[in-house]
């Protein structure tokens, strides 16, 4: 108890501890009194700011607990007492990220009380994440400013910063027309397999269905029923490699590739395409099997940008990871700073005919040391090999405008260059 005296208490401790002295040493008994009272003044102090911060309460509150990045959230506490004891002044610190603002800071000038009070603060994320809010600490005192204890209210709150999403208009013509439907898409890598499966027979069955030779083996009817299997779809790539990149924070180019494929990623969702979302070498992001998923596109999509939001640099060097990403599917790739022997690998993987289309982001305008090259060489290589590329020279480029150029080549074999 005593150490959470303050100068002010362990002051008037001394002051008392002298005067007992001094009415012994002069034999003063009302100095002695004097004595007890101001000894008993602090620690009666201590013992009631003890009691009351012991009986604080809290609960926490994030809208929205999800957001985007440059979009506020406020965050609101709700602090009550369980007994009728007034507390003194109450401190309140809450620890925020400090790419969050830092620490929010409230004082309490009375009791919350049994009926309640509400504190709320905003905070502005501007970059993406998941990010911890809390712990909360508090610290009360006697409302004499005798003491003062610090205590833990509320553990941590997770907030998740997803990356900005942009409204994009249009598609690229015959690109992702594969729904992801039985019986969709053209024809891949492994066509010629058996797509037929065999089941036991039920009324109403086409008799020339029968599969006579399972029928045989099984002693029992069983009919042949075709399924095509699934080979339509559209698998965005996403060049998350820490060497592909340049720029710190925000103004990365890695934060630029990562809004642009969850703008992308959205956009297909609305248009009802099937999707996949993979790293550099092929490797699934969690959250991006839409047909793992039974709880419909607009989840899909928050477990997608949830997944988004938590993706960290990779330390891959090799972008393809010797194997098709798409798997034969269409392929969106949004990529980094690529050389040209990871571009040729790229392109040699893919299938002949494969609808390929690229973002390849000119890192050099987010360098500041100037000592980048550009993606032309890169950039022609792949179209070349009859992908389209749109080039994006900085990070001031529109993504929105990006998605426009890029579908407009796909009609016109014209090639613009995006400008800064």
């Known amino acids: 108890m005593l150490s959470g005296l303050t100068i002010r208490g362990r002051c008037l401790l001394a002051a008392a501890v002298a005067s007992a002295i001094c009415s012994l040493v002069l034999d003063e008994r009302d100095l002695l009194r004097v004595a007890v009272f101001l000894a008993a003044l602090p620690l009666l102090a201590a013992a009631f700011a003890a009691r009351g911060g012991r009986r604080l309460t809290a609960r926490r509150e994030l809208k929205p607990w999800r957001t985007e990045v440059d979009t506020p959230t406020t965050v609101r506490l709700w602090l009550s007492s369980r007994s009728g004891t007034p507390v003194g002044a109450t401190e309140l610190t809450d620890s925020v990220p400090s790419t969050l603002g830092g620490d929010a800071?409230?004082?309490?000038d009375r009791s919350p009380g049994r009926g309640g009070t509400t504190v709320e603060y905003t905070i502005h994320a501007e970059l993406r994440g998941v990010h911890r809010i809390g712990p909360l600490r508090c610290r009360s005192g006697d409302p004499f400013g005798l003491s003062a204890f610090d205590r833990?209210?509320?553990?941590?709150?997770?907030?998740?910063?997803?990356?900005r999403v942009f409204e994009l208009t249009g598609l690229p013509a015959g690109f992702g027309?594969?729904?992801?439907?039985?019986?969709?898409?053209?024809a891949r890598a492994g066509e010629g397999t058996d797509d037929s499966t065999v089941r036991e027979y039920r009324q109403g069955d086409d008799i020339r269905r029968v599969h006579w030779k399972t029928t045989a083996r099984r002693d029992e009817l069983m009919v042949r029923t075709e399924e095509r299997p699934e080979r339509g779809g559209t698998t965005v790539l996403l060049d998350q490699r820490a060497t592909a990149h340049r720029g710190v924070g925000k103004h990365s180019s890695l934060e630029w590739a990562v809004s642009a494929a969850a703008s992308i990623c959205a956009h297909l969702y609305d248009s009802d395409r099937r999707l996949r979302l993979v790293g550099a070498g092929g490797d699934p992001i969690p959250g991006d099997e839409r047909s793992s998923s039974r709880l419909g596109v607009e989840a899909d999509e928050a477990l997608l940008l949830e997944a988004l939001a938590?993706?960290?640099?990779s330390?891959?060097?090799?972008?393809?990871?010797?194997?098709?990403?798409?798997?034969?599917?269409?392929?969106?790739?949004?990529?980094?700073?690529?050389?040209?022997?990871?571009?040729?690998?790229l392109a040699s993987l893919r299938p002949a005919g494969a609808r390929s289309l690229a973002l390849l982001l000119n890192v050099a305008g987010w360098n500041t040391d100037g000592k980048e090259n550009g993606q032309s060489a890169v950039a022609r290589r792949l179209r070349g090999a009859g992908w389209t590329v749109t080039t994006v020279d900085g990070p001031t480029t529109p993504i929105p405008r990006v998605w426009e150029s890029l579908c407009e080549q796909t009609v016109s074999p014209d090639i613009a260059r995006m400008d800064r």
């Open 315 to 345: 330390g891959r060097r090799d972008l393809a990871g010797g194997e098709d990403p798409a798997r034969g599917q269409d392929l969106m790739a949004v990529l980094g700073r690529t050389t040209l022997a990871g571009a040729d690998e």
């Open 310 to 313: 938590a993706l960290q640099p």
């Open 152 to 163: 833990e209210l509320l553990n941590t709150t997770r907030l998740t910063v997803v990356p």
């Open 177 to 186: 027309t594969g729904t992801g439907e039985p019986g969709s898409g053209r």
């Open 105 to 108: 800071y409230r004082a309490l």
